[in-house]
């Protein structure tokens, strides 16, 4: 009977250490997390606010051609503007296997829950262009829109020798983007004992709304010195509305994005300015840290896109 109990522990000691050896076996949690993936097994979601707007046309195109070229597998979405929608769209690729999700939020603070769904699936997440309220995010990936918004101010300042009145159009409310091209823009010009802004209203960046606020204002308001939109679509629609008034030659027009019908505009006199984003390398630089992420490298928390002023 001895013999017998000791062969039974024999086994089940041995039983036991076979167990603990499968836990560290070629396939497990743990060895996955320590390879390295190699470029064709790299699968990249995309979830883009909208493309309607050109400006996320070219970002999207940037990205897709840079994926391409490394040899990543991308998926993108089109939230068309709708916070419900890219819950949805980025809930569709998180089932896909996506490797990391790629982000434009629609709306800075809805777009947390979506992160968050991302994060409990052990999806790293990387922001571009519009930043997230909450959730964990491994990098953030735009120009600093901040420093844009003062550059905008800086030059409609210069160009009214700090006196007029000047109409802001913003983006959509709950985008980053708005905020901080906002806060930015009111840096420099709330300081200006002469310089008055006299109304400010959301467009959502879209350019029939810029066309159509800006109708509403100039009725109003009359006679304006200066517009400054958060984005070329509303400055677009804002050129149409100061032309239908006849007042486009009498005001400073500056824009945001440096889409190719806002640079087109202004090289033919109809807007003074728009403060290129290069979306393009936007998009590039986000499939660039999409892919450090992807094979454990680390990447900045901020990755900054230079900003230049189209004038002309």
């Given at each position: 009977m001895k013999k017998l109990f000791k062969k039974l522990s024999v086994i089940a000691v041995l039983l036991i250490v076979l167990a603990a050896c499968s836990t560290d076996a070629p396939g497990s949690s743990e060895d996955e997390e320590g390879e390295k993936k190699e470029a064709g097994d790299i699968k990249i979601g995309l979830s883009i606010s909208t493309l309607n707007n050109p400006f996320f046309v070219t970002l999207r195109d940037g990205a897709e051609e840079t994926a391409k070229e490394a040899g990543y597998e991308i998926v993108t979405s089109d939230a068309q503007d709708d916070p419900s929608t890219q819950l949805s769209d980025i809930e569709d690729l998180i089932q896909q296997g996506i490797d990391v999700l790629l982000v434009n939020p629609v709306d800075s603070d809805a777009i947390s829950s979506a992160i968050s769904l991302a994060n409990d699936a052990d999806v790293p997440v990387v922001t571009v262009d519009r930043n997230a309220e909450d959730g964990e995010v491994v990098t953030h990936i735009?120009?600093?829109?901040?420093?844009g918004g003062e550059m905008a101010a800086d030059f409609i300042a210069e160009q009214l020798d700090e006196k007029g009145d000047i109409v802001e159009l913003e983006g959509i409310s709950g985008s980053s983007t708005t905020r901080e091209r906002g806060k930015g823009f009111h840096n420099i010009v709330d300081e200006m004992d002469d310089i008055d802004v006299v109304a400010n209203q959301s467009a959502d960046f879209d350019r029939t709304k810029g066309l159509s606020v800006m109708e509403n204002i100039l009725q109003s308001k009359g006679e304006?010195?200066?517009?400054f939109a958060h984005n070329d679509e509303m400055a677009l629609g804002a050129v149409e509305a100061l032309e239908g008034q006849g007042m486009l030659?009498?005001?400073i027009l500056v824009g945001?994005?440096?889409?190719?019908?806002?640079?087109?505009a202004v090289e033919e006199g109809r807007m003074d300015a728009t403060i290129a984003q290069q979306p393009g390398l936007i998009g590039e630089s986000a499939i660039e840290a999409a892919g450090k992420v992807a094979t454990g490298e680390e990447v900045d928390e901020f990755i900054p896109v230079e900003l230049q002023m189209v004038t002309e």
């Open positions: 735009a120009s600093d829109n901040e420093s304006i010195d200066a517009v030659e009498d005001a945001f994005d440096a889409t190719d019908d806002a640079v087109a």
